[in-house]
């Protein structure tokens, strides 16, 4: 079975800029969860999507947002960059139940998406 | 608050030697307890979880963990480290405020372990 897959693994980006990064879930993963890795703040979550609607959000500003398709693929994206904005971005996915609950609680991580702000 | 503590940030290790990584939890309920592994330019890696049950949890790679709940602590332990296992560990406990299965995992700032030989 393909595991969590993200692209681009890595990317440049310029202040001001917008960047948009994809992930595939594992087939049969219907929540899908992002999370922002830094050195100094180490791994944070941005939000969690569960059939296509944003369930939980952490404490990001409204520059980070996210969505998730019908196929549960999701994508983040971050508008206006910023210096600060440099991280490995960790997509997520997880079995639900049919009534959404987590089915067995771990998490299972893509590789990640490396940004450079410049 | 839901919060998860790794007191180090770095664990020393010679191989062939027995190896412990820290962690302690603060929750409300019963906690949700997860250990993570990651590898250089790598994603995190699930290793073994506590959910409810036994107090010793046996998980990927030879390692286990032993759920207290009276110290409240989940530490990571290995009867035998190897060169291969350095790398960065992270504890996590699900936020439990939207409900125990369901909900973003809140993770500990990391121990780097480092194993020679």
């Known amino acids: 079975k393909a595991g969590v897959t993200q692209t681009p693994r890595y990317l440049i980006k310029t202040r001001g800029q917008q960047v948009t990064l994809s992930c595939s879930p594992i087939?049969?993963?219907?929540?899908v969860s992002w999370y922002q890795q830094t050195p100094g703040q180490g791994l944070q979550f941005l939000f969690e999507?569960?059939?296509?609607?944003?369930?939980n959000k952490g404490n990001f500003p409204g520059r980070f947002s996210g969505r998730q398709f019908s196929n549960s693929r999701s994508e983040m994206n971050v508008s206006t960059l910023e210096l600060g904005d440099s991280a490995l971005y960790l997509c997520?996915?997880?079995?639900?139940?049919?009534?959404?609950?987590?089915?067995?609680?771990?998490?299972?991580f893509g590789e990640g998406s490396r940004l450079t702000v410049l | 608050a839901q919060s998860v503590a790794q007191p180090e940030d770095q664990v020393n290790v010679a191989e062939g030697n027995p190896l412990t990584v820290k962690c302690t939890y603060s929750?409300?309920?019963?906690?949700?307890l997860f250990w993570y592994v990651q590898y250089p330019n790598r994603g995190l890696q699930f290793l073994l979880k506590?959910?409810?049950?036994?107090?010793l949890v046996k998980g990927s790679y030879g390692f286990e963990a032993e759920f207290n709940k009276s110290q409240t602590s989940f530490h990571l332990k290995k009867p035998s480290a190897l060169v291969s296992d350095s790398a960065l560990y992270f504890c996590?406990?699900?936020?439990?405020?939207?409900?125990?299965?369901?909900?973003?995992?809140?993770f500990g700032k990391g121990t780097k372990l480092s194993v020679k030989p």
């Open positions: 997520a996915s997880s079995l639900v139940t049919a009534s959404g609950g987590a089915n067995t609680g771990e998490l299972f």
């Open positions: 087939s049969g993963h219907r929540s």
């Open positions: 999507y569960f059939s296509e609607t944003q369930r």
């Open positions: 929750v409300s309920g019963n906690p949700y």
């Open positions: 506590y959910i409810t049950g036994d107090n």
């Open positions: 996590a406990v699900r936020d439990v405020r939207y409900g125990g299965s369901q909900g973003n995992l809140i």
